[in-house]
């Protein structure tokens, strides 16, 4: 069974940088795509970013693009997810998961659900 460990949440002021990191373990066979997820306090879970394991094919919600980057490792199954320029309102629990499925920005689909790791944004 995979498991999905988040590291690199902390407490930022705005304008600064943080990057985060989700390693995975148990794998027997690799996931078509891998992404970043948060849910901030009242608010729904929303996609973020995600990654084409293969290929390297990548999704940015609008919020964030230009300021976040996306990108694995493989031979380290590992994602990181490099936050610059953060704001408030990036303030949230950020989640890492996976899908086997090429429908691969079909939310629904992700599993194997980190942890989390909070990222607070002060402003």
């Known amino acids: 069974q995979v498991q999905l460990v988040e590291s690199g949440g902390g407490l930022v002021q705005a304008g600064g940088s943080l990057r985060l990191a989700c390693a995975a373990s148990?794998?027997?066979?690799?996931?078509?795509?891998m992404g970043w997820f948060r849910q901030a306090p009242g608010k729904d879970r929303e996609s973020v970013a995600a990654?084409?394991?293969?290929?390297?094919?990548?999704y940015y919600v609008d919020s964030v693009k230009g300021r976040f980057t996306i990108s694995r490792d493989t031979a380290k199954n590992t994602m990181y997810l490099q936050m610059n320029s953060l704001k408030s309102e990036d303030t949230a629990v950020y989640y890492c998961?996976?899908?086997?499925?090429?429908?691969?920005?079909?939310?629904?689909?992700?599993?194997?659900w980190g942890q989390g790791t909070q990222v607070t944004v002060s402003s």
């Open positions: 148990g794998r027997t066979f690799s996931p078509y795509a």
């Open positions: 998961a996976e899908t086997p499925s090429a429908n691969w920005q079909y939310w629904g689909g992700y599993q194997s």
């Open positions: 990654i084409r394991w293969s290929g390297g094919s990548t």
